[in-house]
T-cell receptor
Framework: QKEVEQNSGPLSVPEGAIASLNCTYS??????FFWYRQYSGKSPELIMS????GDKEDGRFTAQLNKASQYVSLLIRDSQPSDSATYLC?????????FGQGTELSVKP | DTGVSQDPRHKITKRGQNVTFRCDPI?????LYWYRQTLGQGPEFLTY??????LEKSRLLSDRFSAERPKGSFSTLEIQRTEQGDSAMYLC?????WGQGKNSPLHFGNGTRLTVT
C-alpha cells in the first residue's frame, strides 16, 4: 500500500463544473495535509493546507479532511480551462511531506 | 521574499560524471528539502535539513547522493557517478518549523532538470 494514494486520472470535466479530487493516506498520526497544483514542466505550487477535520474554503477551492477515514479531498467549483493541471496531495510525516502520484485534471471549454 | 532559487535550471551530463546542484531557500526558512520527480510521478522525498543539521535521509537514497547545508543557508546536492536512472527533476523546497506535530507548507523552487546521456 502506498503511503499517499490518488487516482492518476486523467479526470475530465466541462468548464463551469465541479471537479472532485480524492486522496487517501496510510499514516494515522499525520496531522498536516496539503494540495498542490503543478502545471506541466513547472514546480508544485500550494493551493490549500488543512489541519482539522471538516471543510476549509478558499475562493473556488474547498478542501475536506476526514481523519477517521484517512481521506482528503479537493473540490474546485466553476472549473476553468486554466485549472487544467496535475493536483498533488501531500501528507505530513514527521518533518517532511509525502506526496501522492498526482491526479491530472483536464477542464474542457 | 525572493522565493526559493535553484541553479542550474538544466543540466545535461554523461553517465559516470559527477553533478552538483545548488539551492537557496527563502531567507527566514530554517528547513530545506530535496525531492526528486520523474514524469507522471509525485515528488519523492530525498532528504531534509533543519538549519545545518541533516535530520532525515530517504532509505531509498543511493550512497552516490550527498547533500550539505554547511552554514544553514544554501544547500548543495551532489550526485556521483551519474546513471541514466538519475535523470529527473530535482526540486528544492523550504519551510518554517512549526510545533505541536504540524508541518508548515513547503515552498518549491523551479527545479533543476537533469538529463544523463
Amino acid at each position: 500500500q502506498k503511503e499517499v494514494e490518488q487516482n492518476s486520472g486523467p479526470l475530465s470535466v466541462p468548464e463551469g463544473a465541479i471537479a472532485s479530487l480524492n486522496c487517501t493516506y496510510s499514516d494515522r498520526v499525520s496531522q498536516s495535509f496539503f494540495w498542490y497544483r503543478q502545471y506541466s514542466g513547472k514546480s508544485p505550487e500550494l493551493i490549500m493546507s488543512i489541519y482539522s477535520n471538516g471543510d476549509k474554503e478558499d475562493g473556488r477551492f474547498t478542501a475536506q479532511l476526514n481523519k477517521a477515514s484517512q481521506y482528503v479531498s479537493l473540490l474546485i467549483r466553476d472549473s476553468q480551462p486554466s485549472d487544467s493541471a496535475t493536483y498533488l496531495c501531500a501528507v505530513g510525516q514527521g518533518g517532511k511531506l509525502i506526496f501522492g502520484q498526482g491526479t491530472e485534471l483536464s477542464v474542457k471549454p | 521574499d525572493t522565493g526559493v532559487s535553484q541553479d542550474p535550471r538544466h543540466k545535461i551530463t554523461k553517465r559516470g560524471q559527477n553533478v552538483t546542484f545548488r539551492c537557496d531557500p527563502i531567507s527566514e526558512h530554517n528547513r530545506l528539502y530535496w525531492y526528486r520527480q520523474t514524469l507522471g510521478q509525485g515528488p519523492e522525498f530525498l532528504t531534509y535539513f533543519q538549519n545545518e543539521a541533516q535530520l532525515e535521509k530517504s532509505r531509498l537514497l543511493s550512497d552516490r547522493f550527498s547533500a550539505e547545508r554547511p552554514k544553514g543557508s544554501f544547500s548543495t546536492l551532489e550526485i556521483q557517478r551519474t546513471e541514466q536512472g538519475d535523470s529527473a527533476m530535482y526540486l528544492c523546497a523550504s519551510s518554517l518549523v512549526w510545533g505541536q506535530g504540524k508541518n508548515s507548507p513547503l515552498h518549491f523552487g523551479n527545479g533543476t532538470r537533469l538529463t544523463v546521456t
